[in-house]
């Protein structure tokens, strides 16, 4: 099983529609979680981080249930500019100190 | 705002050569890494750097590659003898704390490395 599994899309959404990404996690001593942003050819840049109780940031929630290893992102209200590959991203994977990446999932929002 | 450099941007390299990527962290920073992203497959962890010593590696950073911080200010990911399978892009990334309580490595723009 891969440490950190995601769907990788492409996501293909008109503007404006709600669209939600999962990931899944092997490793049950993992400590943090977040989402982090890659735009083609880019560098990875942080999204949010993910905590149990929920967190929003803007149109952007996150999610996480420890029990099923399982981590949510939810982008309300799409735009052009969220086109991108959204990553999860575990860190303390192993025991090691390091974050770990998803293979992504790609977004595409169009007119 | 502060950032991290990295240079070169792009890199053509025949196998077998050595190849050194460098590096540029914030300032302020104390926690320094390398991961690498082979065209369309996800960003992998090659090594972590701490207190001028390697703090952990991953499996694919084996005895081909090595890191260093010569002056204080420079990171650097040395391949010793590149092989095919090296062609990737490298990010460098800086972290003023351990990535479990923010979970915010800065990353560079990257090294893109082709190996011919």
């Known amino acids: 099983r891969k440490e950190v599994e995601q769907d990788p899309g492409p996501f293909n959404v008109p503007e404006g529609a709600t669209v939600a990404f999962n990931c899944t996690y092997s490793n049950s001593a993992s400590q943090s979680f977040f989402w982090y942003r890659q735009d083609c050819r880019k560098e990875p840049k942080l999204l949010m981080s993910v905590y149990s109780s929920g967190n929003e940031d803007g149109r952007f929630t996150a999610q996480l249930n420890r029990a099923s290893q399982y981590i949510s992102l939810l982008i309300r209200d799409s735009k052009l500019s969220d086109s991108a590959t959204y990553l999860c991203v575990v860190f303390g994977t192993g025991g090691g100190n390091k974050l770990t990446f998803g293979t992504g999932t790609q977004l595409k929002v169009e007119l | 705002e502060p950032e991290v450099t990295q240079t070169p941007s792009h890199q053509v390299t025949q196998m077998g050569q050595e190849v050194i990527l460098r590096c540029v962290p914030i300032?302020?920073?104390?926690?320094f890494y390398w991961y690498r992203q082979i065209l369309g497959q996800k960003v992998e962890f090659l090594v972590s750097?701490?207190?001028?010593?390697?703090?952990?590696k991953s499996e694919i950073f084996d005895d081909q590659f090595s890191v260093e911080r010569p002056d204080g200010s420079n990171f650097t990911l040395k391949i010793r003898s590149t092989k095919l399978e090296d062609s990737a892009m490298y990010f460098c990334?800086?972290?003023?704390?351990?990535?479990?309580?923010?979970?915010?490595?800065?990353f560079g723009e990257g090294s893109r490395l082709t190996v011919l």
């Open positions: 990334a800086s972290s003023s704390r351990t990535g479990w309580d923010t979970g915010e490595l800065f």
């Open positions: 300032s302020n920073h104390l926690y």
């Open positions: 750097f701490y207190n001028n010593e390697i703090s952990e």
